[in-house]
């Protein structure tokens, strides 16, 4: 049985799901800008989507049960990006990758991870890494940042630049 939070302010409600349930349930189209995504988890809205997703999960036969969690001020989920469909979402990558291989010439990626913000890591065969950011509103790409780490740990910035 799959247990989802479901996260409240004074205000409104919103129900922690995967991304990828929502594309697995069929449901990933049907889900409006009233939602929330952060990486790869999305915030249903408690009025419409997080209905919709939970008749999905009842039609698929799958059981499920809740934990609530409630702050006294606005959520932090309100600071997210509002949910995109994937048919209304930009394509942002082939930019991106032009810039990057034009920036990183010769260079390889060996892994691509999270930090602890949810933001891409890339890092590099020479050591380096670059951190994909989100714009100061977080309703879009910002800025990667080229950083490299010697051996104390000492992190230095070597360049960034605009994802468009």
Not at 29 to 53: H, K, M, N, R, W
Not at 73 to 88: E, Q, V
Request: with cysteine; hydrophobic share 35%; charged share 25%.
């Amino acid at each position: 049985m799959t247990q989802y939070v479901f996260h409240s302010d004074p205000g409104h409600a919103w129900l922690e799901v995967k991304k990828s349930e929502l594309e697995a349930l069929g449901v990933d189209q049907e889900i409006s800008e009233c939602s929330y995504q952060y990486g790869l988890t999305v915030y249903l809205e408690e009025d419409c989507d997080a209905p919709a997703f939970l008749a999905a999960k009842g039609r698929a036969f799958e059981r499920f049960s809740f934990e609530d969690r409630h702050v006294d001020g606005d959520s932090f989920i309100r600071s997210y990006m509002p949910y995109k469909p994937p048919s209304l979402q930009e394509d942002i990558m082939p930019p991106f990758l032009d810039k990057l291989n034009k920036q990183l010439k010769g260079l390889e990626i060996v892994a691509v991870t999270y930090d602890g913000e949810n933001f891409p890591v890339i890092s590099l065969n020479d050591g380096s890494g670059l951190w994909i950011q989100s714009d100061d509103e977080r309703n879009g790409p910002g800025v990667a940042v080229h950083v490299t780490t010697d051996e104390d740990g000492n992190q230095t910035e070597l360049g960034t630049w605009q994802m468009r």
